[in-house]
């Protein structure tokens, strides 16, 4: 008895299914579909086919050798591009200007050019025409001679005005890298012209009196 209750049960749900299953069949045109063209080869390489690139790190910026590559990577070497850093010894900003530098370039106030970027990058560019005008002589009788086993480029020489003082850069080219200069850290003058050798800074002007006034915004 209740073997034929299963069977009865069990036969109208089959069929109902097969009815459905019937119902819901339909049939597609994939004739106008097409691959041509198109790649098909998704093979992926085995781990032992991949080839480990080592990574390499430097945080020097990525600017390229000119104007701007110049005085990014010289401020990355003095404060890691920090325009509110002060050094132990009383250095300011993104370039570390001394007070007597920024006295002479008629920047008193040290708390104002901290907290001013434009300014700092004023600065940079004021100190760098004048240097720039104090070595012109030596930046053209120097220009591309080998100092202390490093060639001498525009670039090398006021990278080393900043660090060290045009009139020590002066001293350096002239003693042909007998008289150096290292600041208290133990900084080099040769170590700066070499480091920062070969950069395009041909749009800085020598001034012997630069100004903030006679200053071109698209330059700095």
């Known amino acids: 008895m209740v073997r034929n209750l299963i069977k009865v049960t ?3 749900l089959m069929l109902g299914i097969l009815i459905v299953s019937n119902k819901s069949e339909k049939t597609y045109d994939f004739s106008h579909y097409t ?20 990574f390499v790190f430097n945080p020097t910026p990525l600017t390229g050798k000119n104007y701007t590559g110049f005085k990014e990577a ?17 250095y300011l900003g993104k ?32 100190n ?11 930046i053209k009788r120097y220009e591309g001679r080998w100092i202390s086993g490093v060639r001498v480029t525009e670039s090398g020489i006021l990278a080393a005005a ?11 080219l002239r003693s042909g890298g007998a008289t150096g200069f290292q600041d208290a850290f133990g900084t080099s003058i040769r ?9 395009d800074v041909s749009n800085i002007e020598a001034i012997k009196k630069p100004s903030l006034e006679n ?6």
């Open 35 to 54: 691959t041509d063209g198109i790649a098909m080869d998704f093979s992926v390489p085995l781990p032992e086919e991949t080839v480990q690139t080592p």
């Open 162 to 172: 900043h660090l060290a003082g045009p009139g020590s850069v002066k001293k350096f």
């Open 10 to 12: 069990v036969l109208p």
């Open 74 to 90: 010289l401020a990355f070497k003095e404060s890691r591009g920090d325009y509110l850093t002060i050094n132990r010894f009383g």
């Open 95 to 126: 370039y570390q200007f001394g007070a007597s530098t920024l006295d002479l370039l008629g920047i008193q106030d040290g708390s104002e050019f901290l907290e001013n970027p434009v300014l700092q990058e004023q600065a940079f560019l004021l």
């Open 191 to 199: 170590s700066y012209m070499k480091r920062f050798s070969g950069y």
């Open 215 to 220: 200053l071109s915004a698209s330059t700095y």
């Open 128 to 138: 760098a025409s004048r240097n720039k005008w104090v070595l012109r002589r030596d």
